[in-house]
C-alpha cells in the first residue's frame, strides 16, 4: 500500500507541514523507522531521536516547532498514529468462518449470522451468540451465557455459565470469566464453601486481557464498564464493579465488593482491598496498596497508598535515612559523654 502524506493526513485528521506528495509505505517506531515509512512523535522523551529517524514523514503535535522532514500535525498524534497502524497493517488473525467439526454444540444454542466457532470450541446448553462472534480454538462458553455482536474470542479463553458479554468485546487467550468467587465461611476448623450464585456482565467495547480472571458474584453482578481496558494476568474478584473508561494494567488485584468509578486508571501491580470505592478520575501509581476509599480526581501511590505528593516526598526521604541514622547514633554518643560528668557527681 502507498498513500501520499497528503491524503494520509485526510485519512488521519490532520495538516502536512512540509511536502505532501511523500509516498508512505508502512509505519514504524521513532528509532526502528525506515525510509517509506510514518512514525510519530508524542512523548517528550523521545525527541533525542528525532534527527536520527529514517522515517519519511512524522506525525507531530500542532504546537510542535518545524522540523526537516515532511511531518502531519495533529491534535493528538498518537491516536493518528494508531489509525495509521490500522490503515497500513493487513488483520493478521485468519478466521475460517462457519462451525468446525470437531466443536461441540449444545441443545438449543442460537447462532448469528456469520458466527466462526473453531477447532474443539464447546458451547453450553442455551448459550446465545450474536451476530459475527468468533470463537477461536479451544474455548469454553457455558450454558445460558450470551455473548454480544462482533465479540472475539482468542484460543482457550473460558466464559462459564449464565454470563453476560456486550457487543464488539475483545477477549485473549487464556482469560477466565465468571468462574467462582473466593468465598468460604469458618465452621470450627473447618472451611466452608460459599456458593456464588451470581453472574458476571461485560458491557461494550471492552478488552480482557490474556489470563485475566474475572470472578462471578456471590449474589448479584460482577459488572465491568463499557470501553474499559483490561490488562494481562490481572484478577478481578466477586462482586467488583468497575465503571466505563478505565484501564487496568497487568497484575492488578482488585478484592470483592470493591467499586471502581468512570475513567480510573490502575498501574501495573496495585492492590485494592475489599468493600472501598475509588471515585471517579482516581490515578494509582503502579505497586500501590489501596486500604481505603479515594476520593474523585485524586493520584495515590505507594503502601499505604497516600497522595502522590506526599509519597514522592517519603521516597524522597528515604534515600538519607543511612545518614540520618549515623547522624542519631552521634548525636546519642555526644549526649552520652556529655551527661556523663553529672552522673558521676551524682
Known amino acids: 500500500m502507498r498513500v501520499r502524506l497528503d491524503e494520509l493526513a485526510k485519512r488521519l485528521g490532520g495538516e502536512v507541514a512540509g511536502d505532501g506528495s511523500v509516498e508512505i509505505t508502512g509505519v514504524g517506531g521513532i528509532r526502528e523507522a525506515r525510509p517509506g515509512q510514518i512514525t510519530f512523535l508524542a512523548n517528550p522523551k523521545y525527541e533525542v531521536y528525532l534527527p536520527e529517524t529514517g522515517a519519511s514523514a512524522v506525525i507531530l503535535g500542532g504546537d510542535h516547532p518545524d522540523i526537516a522532514k515532511p511531518a502531519l500535525r495533529c491534535a493528538n498524534p498518537y491516536v493518528a498514529f494508531l489509525k495509521a ?14 462451525i468446525h467439526p470437531s466443536a461441540v454444540i449444545g441443545a438449543g444454542v442460537s ?9 474443539h470450541v464447546v458451547i453450553g446448553d442455551a448459550a446465545v451468540l450474536g451476530d459475527g462472534v468468533v470463537l477461536m480454538a479451544g474455548v469454553y462458553v ?15 479463553a473460558v466464559i462459564r455459565e ?11 487467550a487464556g482469560a477466565v470469566i ?9 465452621d470450627g476448623k473447618c472451611y466452608l464453601k460459599i456458593p456464588q450464585v451470581g453472574n458476571v456482565v461485560i458491557e461494550d467495547d471492552v478488552e480482557i486481557g490474556a489470563n485475566t480472571t474475572i470472578d462471578r458474584a456471590t449474589t ?15 484478577q478481578v474478584a466477586h462482586n467488583v464493579v468497575i465503571g466505563q473508561n478505565c484501564i487496568i494494567c497487568a497484575q ?10 468512570d475513567n480510573v486508571t490502575l498501574a501495573g501491580q496495585a492492590g485494592l482491598v475489599g468493600h472501598i470505592r475509588i471515585g471517579e478520575n482516581v490515578m494509582v501509581g503502579a505497586q500501590s496498596g489501596v486500604t481505603k476509599s ?4 485524586t493520584q495515590v501511590s505507594g503502601y499505604p497508598a497516600q497522595p502522590h505528593g506526599v509519597a514522592r516526598r517519603i521516597y524522597a526521604s528515604l534515600k538519607t535515612l543511612p545518614e540520618l541514622a549515623r547522624t542519631v547514633k552521634d548525636l546519642l554518643s555526644r549526649v552520652e559523654r556529655l551527661e556523663s560528668p553529672a552522673k558521676k557527681e551524682e
Open 252 to 261: 492488578v488485584g482488585i478484592s470483592g465488593s470493591t467499586e471502581v468509578c
Open 178 to 186: 465468571g468462574d467462582d468467587g473466593f468465598g468460604f465461611a469458618k
Open 220 to 234: 448479584g453482578t460482577t459488572r465491568i464498564g463499557r470501553g474499559t481496558r483490561i490488562d494481562n494476568l490481572v
Open 85 to 98: 497502524v490500522k490503515l497500513f497493517s493487513a488483520d493478521h488473525v485468519e478466521v475460517a468462518g462457519g
Open 294 to 297: 479515594i476520593p474523585p480526581d
Open 162 to 172: 449464565e454470563v453476560a458479554i456486550g457487543e464488539r468485546v475483545l477477549i485473549h
Open 111 to 119: 447462532l448469528g449470522a456469520g458466527a466462526s466457532i473453531g477447532p
Open 142 to 156: 457455558g450454558a445460558r451465557t450470551r455473548i454480544g455482536r462482533g465479540t472475539f474470542v482468542y484460543p482457550n
